[in-house]
């Protein structure tokens, strides 16, 4: 067994996931395509994105005696906490999660950018930004194949001879603009059992999808997904060590095994010994963003008020979904990874998403994973939550979207009959839901 297969299969073990069934099929259809591969790489990533248990319904507990009715989660853009840590430890996660992290901290060999602030923050640390990451990959008989070493392409490197490249019969291709997180400890405090409860109030030809997905924290737990454009993760620990890898090249205990140059050997680049984070960075990561405020809203004028009758009158609000409660104080969540705490639980919320995700004709035709369980999730993007909206100009998950109006317009598939209604609304109409938009 070479270094590099040792290396993954300790990597299998650590995550305690059962052994990798081969998937002869896929090895074979890529090599048809006249590619190599790093197969034992691509079938670890399977394996360890592959939802293989039910998840948690996470009900709220029967009797807690300190219930008490909902509060409105805090919501301001101030660098302030929550209240799920203190102030103190907030301004430290915080300076984590600013770090500029260098070659000798483990950065690369394939990297986005050198830390999490690069790509989220707007107008605080935290927020979204302009920045995009390139996905690709292809089609063999109407199915698809992630791009050599992946689907998502880093677009810097440590060295020259590092570079990612498209190969050019990597059709399938997108941006994925860099998402908001503030708010995202509450998103993670709703329950499995809200999501899927707003799912089966929604009418058929409208319904989302609940994606199950693994917790990587807590090997062999799942929860619902709602976190990523593709709701591909549940937890923000998974995400944090997603991230960490995926957009810094940082391997951690979650995921241990360094990323590949296209499917290539990074071995003579990569000379820091892994996982470079301990899994400290990835747990104030995750500390940090459970410890967001919301993004707070705009001026409620008349026109704004108007214009949010209009946006639940003609169905927007159906996916858009305006108010979610999170589970109450004492809830175990993911898998049993975390407990919410009063800060976090039964909170009141207006992400305007039901995390679900939805066939408007938009999608990018990326699964979450190429195996079979994640087909579904190519043709679906996650409902864009559209609190803090007023502070982003590039729209839908490629960013080429420039203005609200546009947005809509690319609604189709289950969203063509609201885009229907709103086309014959009168101008005022039209204006006021803009308006409110503005003011979300
Ligand atoms: C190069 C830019 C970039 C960097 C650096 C980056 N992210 Fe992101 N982040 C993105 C993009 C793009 C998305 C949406 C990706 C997708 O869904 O495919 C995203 C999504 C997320 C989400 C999901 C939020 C939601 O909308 O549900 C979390 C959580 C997150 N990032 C955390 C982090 C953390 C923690 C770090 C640092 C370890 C980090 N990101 C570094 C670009 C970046
Ligand atoms: C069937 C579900 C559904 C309905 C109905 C729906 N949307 Fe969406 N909306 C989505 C999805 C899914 C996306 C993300 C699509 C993408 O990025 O490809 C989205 C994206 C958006 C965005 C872009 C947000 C961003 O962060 O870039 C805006 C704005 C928006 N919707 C507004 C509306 C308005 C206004 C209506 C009513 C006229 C509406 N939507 C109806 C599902 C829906």
């Given at each position: 067994m070479g270094e590099r297969e040792k290396c993954v299969r300790m990597g299998l073990v650590s995550l305690g996931v059962a052994a990798v069934a081969w998937s002869f099929t896929a090895q074979h259809q890529i090599s048809a395509a006249g590619q190599t591969t790093d197969a034992a790489r691509d079938q670890v990533r399977q394996q360890m994105f592959t939802a293989a248990t039910a998840a948690d319904p996470e009900a709220p507990p029967p009797r807690l005696s300190s219930v008490q009715s909902p509060t409105e989660a805090l919501a301001a853009y101030d660098n302030k906490t929550n209240g799920f840590t203190t102030q103190a430890a907030f301004d430290a996660n915080k300076e984590t999660f600013e770090e500029v992290e260098q070659i000798a901290d483990g950065l690369g060999p394939t990297y986005n950018a050198q830390s999490c602030r690069e790509c989220h923050q707007n107008v605080v640390t935290g927020g979204a930004s302009q920045v995009t990451e390139q996905r690709t990959g292809h089609l063999i008989g109407g199915r698809f194949f992630d791009s050599q070493g992946g689907s998502l392409i880093a677009?810097?490197?440590?060295?020259?001879?590092?570079t990612e490249l498209v190969a050019i019969g990597d059709t399938v291709r997108t941006f994925r603009i860099s998402t908001n997180l503030l708010g995202a400890g509450f998103v993670e405090a709703v329950s499995n059992t809200t999501l899927t409860a707003v799912r089966d109030a929604q009418p058929a030809f409208m319904r989302g999808l609940a994606i199950t997905v693994p917790v990587l924290e807590q090997p062999g737990r799942t929860r619902i997904g709602r976190f990523g454009w593709k709701s591909q993760h549940g937890s923000l620990q998974s995400f944090a060590a997603d991230a960490y890898l995926n957009e810094m090249g940082i391997t951690n205990p979650l995921l241990p095994t360094e990323n590949s140059i296209s499917g290539k050997d990074v071995s003579q680049y990569d000379t820091v010994k892994d996982p470079e984070d301990d899994g400290e960075d990835v747990l104030k990561f995750a500390d940090f963003m459970r410890a967001l405020k919301a993004p707070s809203r705009g001026a409620l004028t008349a026109a704004v008020r108007s214009g949010e009758q209009v946006f639940n009158g003609i169905g927007?609000?159906?996916?858009?979904?305006p108010t979610l409660v999170t589970a109450a104080p004492g809830t175990v969540i993911n898998g049993g990874a975390l407990t919410v705490t009063a800060a976090l639980g039964n909170k009141v919320i207006h992400p305007y998403s039901d995390y679900l995700l939805h066939d408007i004709g938009t999608s990018d035709g990326i699964p979450i994973q190429p195996t079979d369980e994640f087909?579904?999730?190519?043709s679906r993007m996650r409902t864009a939550p559209l609190w803090g909206l007023r502070i982003r100009n590039r729209l839908m998950h490629d960013g080429l979207t420039f203005t609200r109006e546009e947005a809509i317009l690319r609604h189709g598939g289950q969203a063509a009959g609201v885009t229907s209604r709103y086309r014959v609304l009168s101008s005022t109409d039209k204006a006021n839901l803009v308006a409110f938009l503005n003011s979300l």
């Open positions: 677009s810097r490197a440590t060295h020259p001879d590092a927007c609000g159906t996916c858009h979904t087909v579904p999730t190519a």
